[in-house]
Antibody, heavy 121, light 109 residues
């Protein structure tokens, strides 16, 4: 069974940093792309970032480009999201999602339960 | 603003057919995926690569595309189908990026 477990969320002040992690199991991690998707309270889904199986040419939403960095460690079956210069508008539930193919420019097929990021002074 | 446009809400009676559209240039260039989300739970994939159904998804749920419009069809809608539905694709008009539609609230009553 595919499992994705996010961690690292919490309360952070504006301008500070936070690193999210996603532990994957139940599939061959290095055969699939991975994504981060977020959902602000009462809002729809927003794609944040995607990374291919080999970490080549990751993609970012315009809203996070230059502030967030996605990475993966295939040896540890783990996905990460380094979030710098956090803003109030980054406050959301952050989902880790498994890509359906090697490259991130395809959709996701399995999602984790999410980790909450609260940005407040 | 969303580059994939969905109607905010669709309402049908049980047993009727519900159709949810998703329009945008990305639909004609890359595959479309559809996700179902109940409350603030993890979304569930219901259609991938325009029209394919994952295992465990009932046959009454189907997807199609025509030009720049993708359609999710729920034939014989049931009360348990009530949820938010999101389309997703990849926008390749500039730097590639993923993009979701704004979501459609399906009400079955």
């Amino acid at each position: 069974e595919v499992q994705l477990v996010e961690s690292g969320g919490g309360l952070v002040q504006p301008g500070r940093s936070l690193r999210l992690s996603c532990a994957a199991s139940g599939f061959s991690f290095d055969d699939y792309a991975m994504h981060w998707v977020r959902q602000a309270p009462g809002k729809g889904l927003e794609w944040v970032s995607g990374i291919s199986w080999n970490s080549d040419s990751p993609g970012y939403a315009d809203s996070v480009k230059g502030r967030f960095t996605i990475s993966r460690d295939n040896a540890k079956n783990s996905l990460y999201l380094q979030m710098n210069s956090l803003r109030h508008e980054d406050m959301a539930l952050y989902f880790c999602a498994k890509g359906s193919r090697l490259s991130w420019d395809y959709g996701m097929d399995v999602w984790g339960q999410g980790t909450t990021v609260t940005v407040s002074s | 603003s969303y580059e994939l446009t969905q109607p905010p809400s669709v309402s049908v009676s049980p047993g009727q057919t519900a159709r949810i559209t998703c329009s945008g240039d990305a639909v004609s260039r890359k595959y479309v995926y559809w996700y179902q989300q109940k409350s603030v739970q993890a979304p569930v994939l219901v259609i991938y690569e325009d029209s394919k159904r994952p295992s465990g998804i009932p046959e009454r749920i189907s997807g199609s595309t025509s030009g720049t419009v993708a359609t999710l069809t729920l034939s014989g809608a049931q009360v348990e189908d009530e949820a938010d539905y999101y389309c997703y694709s990849t926008d390749t008009s500039g730097d590639p990026r993923g993009v979701f539609g704004g979501g459609t609230k399906l009400t079955v009553l």
